[in-house]
């Protein structure tokens, strides 16, 4: 028989279902997400952040920003390891299919590099998990299970890809996931990244929604949930959180999208008052008309929004690094 994972459709799903693709829509109609390399990159260092803190990785989130900027960091080499791991395993999204289960093998043995033993290979112990008085409070199936309950998930998967809303299947594969807990380690790191990697699948703006920051906030009822459906044997409850991290995960992205257009908007428009229409000018005119030192800042915040606001003009079109450049407004 095929397997299909047991939960039902309830009216709070839909509700939810209904929501984020509000969002999403509000956030297409922006088509700017794009255009912020820093609101993106920030982004992907809340999900890594997040997504290691709930595996009680305790570096902060600054420290993880540094260990991804190369910067050095003091802290224990173990959790230095578990940023730099996982930020290329983050890096992988949009470019392995969530869909394949050799891609899954690859993904785990980027994320436990020099980690773990069994990296990018499926567990060949018993696995459980313990309260914090070391009492086992769930036992994964045996492992050798695991690979046929892999096998029957990622069927399942890909049979149903274009039957059941992604949002819904991306959270059943996520309990489905942390239940038969397939690695020695990484299962929550992994289960996290994985429905990432298929809801980026489907829209790509999820590549840079940090889901795990809200989990990570809400870190009980996550495990509680976990528990509740281990106990009644149906991801329903599961299900129904996970839609509620991701719709309010993009309420705050929305919120964010809104303060980097603020914040555009006003570099732009100091950067039009310096300039004269029809007057072509070099970055270093600008950049001292504006009493700015960085090349760098001056041209993510000022030039490329201006451009892309289509607001300013180059008189060198088609060589945009030429060192002839100039800019103008008409």
Not at 72 to 96: C, D, F, L, S
Not at 122 to 134: K, L, Q, Y
Not at 299 to 316: G, V
Request: net charge negative; aromatic share 10%.
């Amino acid at each position: 028989m095929d397997y299909k994972p047991p939960y039902s459709i309830t009216n709070t799903m839909l509700d939810y279902v209904a929501s984020i693709m509000e969002k999403i829509g509000r956030i297409n109609n922006y088509d700017n997400l794009n255009k912020m390399p820093i609101l993106r990159k920030n982004m992907r260092i809340h999900s890594v952040h997040s997504t290691l803190a709930i595996e009680e990785n305790n570096l902060s989130e600054n420290q993880v920003k540094d260990v991804i900027n190369g910067k050095t960091v003091i802290g224990p080499e173990k959790e230095i390891r578990e940023v730099k791991n996982a930020y290329r395993a983050y890096e992988q999204i949009g470019h392995i299919s969530p869909y394949s289960i050799d891609d899954l093998l690859k993904i785990h043995k980027i994320m436990t590099d020099m980690l773990v033993t069994e990296s990018g290979k499926f567990r060949s112990g018993n696995e459980g998990v313990f309260d914090e008085e070391g009492n086992c409070i769930f036992v994964a199936p045996p492992p050798e299970m695991v690979l046929e309950l892999m096998n029957n998930l990622f069927d399942y998967l890909n049979k149903e890809k274009n039957n059941v809303n992604p949002l819904i299947l991306s959270s059943l594969f996520h309990y489905e996931f942390v239940f038969i807990h397939p690695f020695a380690d990484g299962n929550g790191r992994m289960a996290r990244l994985w429905q990432t990697m298929i809801l980026a699948d489907w829209k790509e703006v999820f590549a840079y929604v940090p889901i795990e920051s809200l989990i990570k906030d809400y870190q009980d009822d996550y495990y509680k949930a976990i528990n509740e459906c281990n106990n009644k044997g149906d991801s329903t409850i599961f299900v129904e959180f996970m839609l509620k991290m991701i719709d309010e995960t993009l309420t705050s992205l929305i919120d964010n999208i809104n303060k980097e257009l603020t914040h555009r908007n006003e570099y732009v428009n100091k950067l039009l008052e310096v300039m004269d229409v029809g007057i072509p000018m070099s970055s270093k005119e600008l950049m001292d008309k504006l009493n700015l030192k960085s090349r760098k800042s001056f041209r993510e915040n000022y030039i490329q929004p201006a451009l892309d606001m289509n607001l300013i003009k180059m008189t060198e079109e088609n060589k945009p690094t030429s060192k002839n450049q100039r800019y103008y407004k008409e």
